[in-house]
């Protein structure tokens, strides 16, 4: 899947290990991709290295 853009950031070419489809067919991103990414979203993504809490919109330490 190249050539995918994420808003008005820079082109990121994904890899295989990047995402996965879940049973409902969503695309989930990997804690690997959103390292690659560089920055929180702040979506509340399942595979968050960055530790953020949806429910409080903060970006909390991970334990």
Sequence with gaps: MKGIKTGFQKQIDLEEEDFYLSPDGYLIFTEKYHLKRGH????????????????????????
């Design 40 to 63: 929180c979203c702040q979506s509340g993504c399942q595979h968050c290295p960055y530790g953020y809490n949806k429910k409080t919109g903060k970006i909390e330490r991970k334990k």
